[in-house]
């Protein structure tokens, strides 16, 4: 005799489960908020978009421009000023670039957007030997045309998806490589004097964009031209802070902080600090010298920041 067989109902998603999915929408929603937050301050602290702004968002297919052109439509919404916004992407005729890609997305998006066709890749890879470095020409011909595609748009401001990271890595290479304290500023005039460029994902860190990219899902386009240079100098400074980040947590944000806090009178550039005509004054200074005193970092706690001194390197 066969034993019964018992109608066993459909198995429910276990509790677990249903807390997965409540936790990651609760942790994508906070870094939604993060991330506007951040670009709002930003936009804030540097007066980057004002009312009656045309800002041209260059679009080039990765992370971090798509997540700058999905955060400022958001902000657009909740500003209590207006301001519209173009995508613009240069289309450089790279081998198997997937030309519908961007198009289809902005269609469908419904953001007005301009696709420029320059073949800047020819020009790069008949100029530059093979092996060399292509990011400086590259850069020098994209520049050049999206200027002057700006002009034919009307555009304001040029809003470019330099983020932290780039910042940060750009100072180093300066530092290391060029002999100067520079870096990429959040806003500047350009070097023909014509348009303001903006960078309002400043304070934005990379590891963010790429899991925002993730929870949207952009169409993301690899760059076949520079992406592939695994020698470049800039991709040296990122391992040496990503592994300082690693191993002295804290250390990383503590620099990036001092971008904004620059005493001209304790470095020694003469241009920023008149040091030939320095005499006495009679009236104490917080900010005078302390001779043989050891600088203080944080007063009493044998620590830079929340970096130990004996992680210095």
Not at 266 to 271: C, K, N, P, T, Y
Not at 278 to 294: C, M, P, Q, R, Y
Request: glycine fraction near 8%.
């Amino acid at each position: 005799m066969k034993p019964a067989v018992l109608d066993t109902p459909p198995l429910a998603p276990s509790a677990t489960t249903a807390k997965s999915v409540e936790k990651i929408t609760y942790e994508n929603n906070k870094l939604h908020k993060r991330l506007c937050r951040q670009v709002g301050q930003a936009i804030g602290d540097f007066n980057m978009i004002e009312d009656g702004d045309k800002v041209m968002v260059c679009l080039s297919g990765g992370k971090d421009s798509y997540g700058l052109l999905d955060i400022l439509l958001t902000l657009r919404e909740r500003a209590p000023i207006s301001f519209d916004i173009i995508a613009v992407n240069l289309d450089q005729k790279q081998p198997n670039f997937p030309a519908h890609i961007l198009p289809e997305y902005l269609t469908k998006l419904g953001v007005p957007f301009h696709i420029e066709n320059q073949d800047t890749y020819s020009i790069v890879k008949r100029l530059i030997p093979e092996g060399k470095t292509t990011c400086s020409l590259c850069s020098r011909l994209r520049r050049g045309i999206l200027y002057r595609v700006a002009d034919e748009l009307g555009a304001t401001k040029i809003a470019l998806g330099h983020h932290r990271d780039d910042i940060m890595e750009t100072f180093f290479l300066n530092m290391f490589f060029g002999a100067k304290l520079k870096s990429m500023p959040a806003k500047l005039q350009s070097d023909d004097g014509r348009h303001v460029v903006i960078r309002p994902l400043a304070y934005v860190k990379e590891a963010d964009m790429e899991r925002y990219a993730q929870v949207k899902g952009f169409p993301i386009i690899p760059c076949d031209l520079c992406g592939s240079q695994e020698n470049l100098q800039r991709k040296q400074i990122k391992k040496m802070l990503t592994e300082w980040d690693k191993n002295y947590p804290g250390r990383v944000d503590n620099i990036f902080s001092s971008l904004s806090t620059v005493v001209p009178s304790h470095l020694m550039d003469r241009d920023l600090f008149a040091f030939a005509g320095l005499k006495a004054s009679g009236v104490a200074d917080v900010n005078g010298d302390i001779a043989f005193d050891e600088e203080p970092c944080s007063a009493g706690s044998g620590t830079i920041g929340v970096i130990p001194l004996t992680a210095i390197d």
